[in-house]
């Protein structure tokens, strides 16, 4: 003897979950103002991570990282609000 609900559900097909949507959609969800800023100071401190590196070793590379697209972003902030 079988319980009751061994079996519940069997005659429906079997749908596999798209773990490539899912990934996706968890990935490119809309960010609010404090998770945006919480990444952006994350993304800072790995970069002048890696600059005290590359200085440490006396490697003298230049690139503008993340640094040089915030401080354009905060440009373009203070051109719009003063226009």
């Known amino acids: 003897r079988l ?15 798209n773990r490539l949507k899912r990934e996706r959609v968890a990935h490119n969800k ?3 103002a404090d998770e945006a800023t919480a990444l952006e100071k994350k993304l800072l401190a ?4 890696k600059r005290r590196k590359l200085e440490a070793a006396g490697i003298d590379y230049e690139f503008g ?18 226009a």
């Open 3 to 17: 319980p009751q609900n061994m079996l519940r559900g069997s005659e429906k097909p079997f749908t596999p979950v």
């Open 30 to 32: 809309k960010r609010t």
């Open 46 to 49: 790995g970069e002048r991570k």
């Open 65 to 82: 990282g993340y640094e040089a697209a915030v401080a354009q972003r905060e440009k373009k902030r203070k051109r719009a609000a003063s």
